[in-house]
């Protein structure tokens, strides 16, 4: 275990000082999530304001826009899809193969670089979700069981997320290109988690079908227990459930890993 | 005046026929990887429904964003993807490499070439899938302006086709000049990510944008100008004005991308710089 820990975690420590080296990426997260913000908020305050209400299904104007501000840092803290753009590429040149014959997992090296290359945001946005209710109270994290929550299931998000770019990257084995699905998913993911218009102002419809997936796990979880919206009795058989489904999906990353590794050539496509 | 016009005129026709053969070798390199072509296909497809989708959600909560409502957020939406497709035919591919050429040294190559150096670095590269999206995004705008409630004149048409031109020169203008910023940061990896930020405000309609933000969206940084005001033209009819300042600013930025791209050159190292 010792072992385990040190070497994997110098593969954190190793992209932590490559990113280091980029901090306009931090700049560029940083205002990615604040210009988001700010369309947002002209949107529905149109919307407020056209249909002179108070409040859309239990939401309130500021209320609305601290969800939306914090499932868009959520959403860019679990994204790993430049991870998995430099997976596939592995799997389709046959630089899979220094994983093969060295003791490191694929998967495991892979998400420590993820860890790794997200570290630079996860020290900026910590301190502007510090910063948050101290300069604007009352709108998130009244408790402090709320804090711990929130780090849990922010916990779970990314890494059902990481299994779930790597279920896709693992059909590189047949397919070769699949950076197309990669994207695909994560332009679909963006509005179907609901980083951008909270689930609950989806139709039903859409919800229903949505629930039915680990999708709401990765966004409207964390953020819904950040802001109170979901009563602390739910917490635990949601977080049961969340890591329910990490199993599921773990288990299908390696069925698909170990029958992929099989079709595998070891040479450039 | 006639020799001016002769320069003028050959000029043109070698750029053209450059183009053709950009097109050409792009069109047999995408065909040999067709599941890269039916990717990028699918890919716009999820783009195109998860944003119809969002404004769907939108709508049902509101009738009408500003002067837009439902039916003509839709013709918006089309005008917005019909502005990306064109980007993506003609010069993201480019723009989007333009780093990785600076920090590798790979321009010298384009730089030797005797043919203008902004010319070939931002068209070199053509996405033929997109010609494929553009012809069933063209198809849907012409349904959606044939089954709209008002009567859309010819002088609309026109005047949209050729707003809708300068949308995209404004497009490519303001991506080129953000690409073209590695010159100064050496190593500007994230130029593409930050264009797509500020092109979001693009896909928005204007009607949203008040006071000074709307101002900056108008002329600093105009957004607005790429895919809601030639919606404006085609939905509701001539503003000549908006019009004439959209000419405006287009060569403005298009001037201001030639000053940029000439300036950072100046400051290029060559290989590995």
New interface residues.
């Given amino acids: 275990m010792k072992s385990w820990l040190i070497k994997y975690f110098a593969v954190v420590r190793m992209t932590w000082i490559q990113t280091l080296e980029?901090k306009?990426?931090a700049l560029?997260g940083t205002?990615?999530i604040f210009?988001?913000l700010f369309?947002e908020f002209?949107?529905w305050k149109?919307?407020f304001q056209?249909?002179n209400i108070n409040e859309?299904r239990g939401f309130t104007f500021n209320g609305l826009m601290v969800y939306i501000f914090l499932c868009m840092i959520v959403g860019q803290l679990k994204s790993s899809w430049a991870t998995s753009m430099e997976m596939i590429d592995s799997i389709r040149t046959g630089e899979l193969n220094k994983y093969l014959i060295r003791p490191i997992s694929f998967f495991t090296y892979h998400f420590m670089m993820f860890i790794g290359h997200n570290s630079l945001f996860y020290i900026v946005y910590t301190i502007v979700i510090i910063l948050f209710p101290i300069l604007i109270p009352g709108w998130c994290f009244h408790t402090k069981i709320q804090i711990v929550g929130f780090i849990i299931s922010l916990g779970i998000s990314i890494y059902l997320s990481y299994t779930i770019y790597f279920c896709m990257v693992c059909f590189a084995f047949w397919?070769?290109?699949v950076?197309?699905?990669v994207?695909?998913y994560n332009?679909?993911n963006?509005?179907?988690s609901g980083q951008?218009?909270p689930l609950r102002?989806?139709?039903e419809g859409?919800r229903e079908i949505i629930f039915l997936t680990p999708i709401q796990y990765l966004v409207d979880f964390p953020v819904s227990i950040a802001t109170g919206n979901l009563p602390i009795e739910f917490w635990i058989p949601k977080m049961a459930m969340a890591l329910l489904w990490c199993c599921i999906i773990t288990i299908t990353g390696r069925i698909l890993y170990g029958y992929g590794i099989r079709a595998y050539g070891g040479f450039g496509a | 005046m006639v020799m001016v016009y002769e320069h003028m005129e050959a000029l043109v026709r070698r750029a053209l026929s450059l183009w053709v053969s950009f097109f050409q070798n792009s069109l047999t390199r995408d065909m040999e990887f067709k599941a890269n072509f039916l990717g990028g296909l699918f890919v716009d497809l999820v783009y195109y429904s998860v944003y119809f989708f969002l404004f769907n959600v939108i709508y049902s909560y509101v009738d009408t964003l500003g002067v837009f409502s439902r039916q003509d957020i839709m013709i918006f939406l089309v005008v917005c993807y019909l502005a990306d497709t064109c980007d993506m035919f003609f010069f993201s591919g480019n723009i989007f490499s333009l780093n990785q050429l600076m920090v590798k040294g790979e321009l010298d190559f384009f730089l030797l070439k005797p043919v203008d150096s902004q010319f070939i670095t931002s068209l070199r590269k053509v996405r033929a899938y997109a010609l494929a999206n553009f012809i069933i995004l063209l198809a849907l705008l012409i349904r959606q302006i044939y089954y709209y409630p008002n009567n859309i004149a010819l002088i609309n048409i026109s005047l949209f086709i050729l707003s809708f031109i300068m949308g995209i020169l404004l497009w490519y203008s303001i991506d080129f000049i953000i690409a073209s910023t590695c010159f100064w940061f050496k190593n500007f990896s994230v130029s593409g990510w930050l264009s797509h930020e500020i092109l979001k405000f693009s896909s928005r309609p204007d009607s949203i944008y008040t006071g000074f933000m709307r101002k900056i969206l108008f002329s600093l940084m105009p957004m607005t100008l790429i895919a809601s005001v030639p919606t404006r033209f085609l939905l509701y009819g001539p503003d000549w004005d908006l019009f004439l300042w959209q000419l405006f600013i287009t060569i403005i930025f298009l001037f201001s991308s030639r000053v940029v791209w000439h300036r950072g050159l100046l400051r290029y190292e060559s290989a590995s710089s």
Avoid: D, M
């Fill in positions: 980029y306009a990426n560029v205002f990615a210009s988001g369309i002209l949107i149109q919307v056209a249909q859309i397919f070769g290109e950076r197309s699905l994207i695909a332009i679909a963006s509005i179907l951008i218009i102002l989806f139709p859409a």
